[in-house]
């Protein structure tokens, strides 16, 4: 049996091969395919900012390590540090897809 349904993964003498559950099978798998490939390529496009904030600070300045922390502010309010090892891991990361 396989692990996700009651179908034997081997047929015995003289049953009937179930074309139409395999056929389903192979169209669930391509569509899930073909969904995770369309959510991977959305996540890409998300890390793309984050990767071109990496090249601004590596390009323009000198002397940041990983632990450097950046701040997202709001006028006067901080809503969120974020160190510069995430963002260069974004870049590296989309330098990954593309190469």
């Known amino acids: 049996m396989t692990p996700d349904t009651d179908k034997p993964t081997r047929m015995t003498p003289g049953e009937a091969f179930d074309w139409a559950y395999w056929k389903d ?25 984050f990767a071109d904030i990496a090249d601004l ?5 000198e002397g940041f390590s990983d632990t450097d922390e950046f701040n997202l502010m709001y006028f006067d309010y901080l809503m969120a540090s974020y160190p510069l090892s995430l963002f260069r891991r ?6 990954e897809k593309a190469g």
């Open 25 to 49: 099978r192979a169209l669930a798998a391509d569509a899930d395919r073909d969904r995770l490939a369309k959510r991977v390529e959305e996540l890409e496009a998300a890390l793309e900012p």
């Open 57 to 61: 600070v590596d390009s323009e300045t």
């Open 90 to 95: 974004a870049r590296a990361l989309n330098q």
